[in-house]
């Protein structure tokens, strides 16, 4: 193997699609469309005996005719039979890589478990590291590489994926795409039969394009080792862990999908902890975590101030908070009394603020600037973003529009809301303190003007308060493990 595996699967000089085909619907015309479509910039080979072109790729008839030393990784999208001797043909123009789209091994019964056995075995005598068997692909946004065999393409960014999971991987890329908090790098490690989970996030830990790593498992072999491996990870970057297969019938449906061996909830939950991991119950918990990661300061205490345009959604933080271990502190009488001088006296003179519709145009970025300067407040939840954005969208869509000539109100409110957001991300920077925003139009209405602009400022909009809450506990949580850890290594 490689001294550096992981770089010939992310960062290859050369690709080659074994197996392409002309039909949309086969694997192997997918990734050779993926692969494409995504501007790989590398070297590109197709092989097909029987079509001369694919897709204005001039095929070759075997993985034998690509030049020795032009490509890293070969795709495999061919029936799992033909994989040994296209691991063979790839070992002799020194191909180091391979990933095995290829189904009907281990995840099938005995006799494909044999067949697995038999093509890893194979594979270690070559000096080839196989990812797969029964995987869906990988991305890698900086060599623009989508060697996958179903969609997205996510944005660029500073998420990294790891799966036992195809469809998992594009359930977080997804959401990368709808929220524009992208990805670095991403892979179904499939049956994971050479190479798996622990194993990329290992490599993710120390690359530069990732600052956090969401993962999604359904079986552990070596305990020992999966803690061990990820303790190293979490102790280089925040790791966000999903885990299926947790009741009886969730561990049989593990078996049948990637041959994976359940194990005790309650250990698997303890090793977590313990290695400084971050356990989220579902992918929506776990990408909104992740994304507050990878986009946010880590807090340094508990301290937690709500800022709401209304009342009720500082309610729904508030009660969120106190479910936490996240401190709704008193509001202190400092700030009490600076942002008195902001807002009318009707506002809550209370944590959650709660500004009670009375702000001026410049209330919203002052009052986030107050109370992320507080030296008691450790973090920061806004709440209320792109209310006035929501409101030129109605205005907009109406039958008043031209007549009324509410175009220059329009512009206003949606510039407002832009501004609020570059105001939370601006006040974040400066004062090193994570300042989670929430809306519900971060789902309902994504092109509103405070999401886009929280996008383009390269922070994640939660789209619910308890949420925002919940992220941030999970970053507080790993926040206190990060200082235990640093403290008793050093």
Known sequence: MSPSPFDLFF?????VVAGASTHPGKFGFVALHNVLAG???GRLFATNPEQPTILGIETLASVDEVPHGAADLVMVCTPPKACPDILRSAADRGIGAAFIASGGFRE????GARAEDQLIELAHSLGIVVAGPNGQGLISTPAKLAAQIVAPVPPAGPIAVASQSGNLVSAFMNYAAHSGVGISRAVSAGNAAMVGVVDYLGWFANDPATKAMAAYVEGVGDGRQFAAAIREAATAKPVVLVKGGTTQRGAQAAASHTGALATDDRVF???VRQSGAVRAATIEEAFDAVAAFATQPLPA?????????????????ADAVSSSDL??????????AAIDGLVPPRWSRNNPIDLAGGE???TIPDAINLVADHPEVDAVIYLGMGIQANTASYLRSGPYFESADLARICEYHERQDGRFAQAAA???VRTGKPILAATELAVTQPGNAGPVTMAAEGRYCFSSADRAVRALDHMWWHARWRNRHCSAAS
Do not use: C, K, Q, Y
């Open 11 to 15: 960062n290859p000089r050369g690709i």
């Open 39 to 41: 501007g790989f910039s």
């Open 108 to 111: 099938s019964g005995a006799e």
């Open 269 to 271: 939950d303890g090793m």
């Open 301 to 317: 205490g508990p301290r937690t101030l709500v800022l709401s345009s209304a009342g009720g959604w500082g309610v729904i933080a």
């Open 327 to 336: 401190e709704l502190i008193p509001l202190p009488s400092d700030l009490e």
């Open 360 to 362: 001026s145009r410049d």
């Open 426 to 428: 601006e006040a974040s």
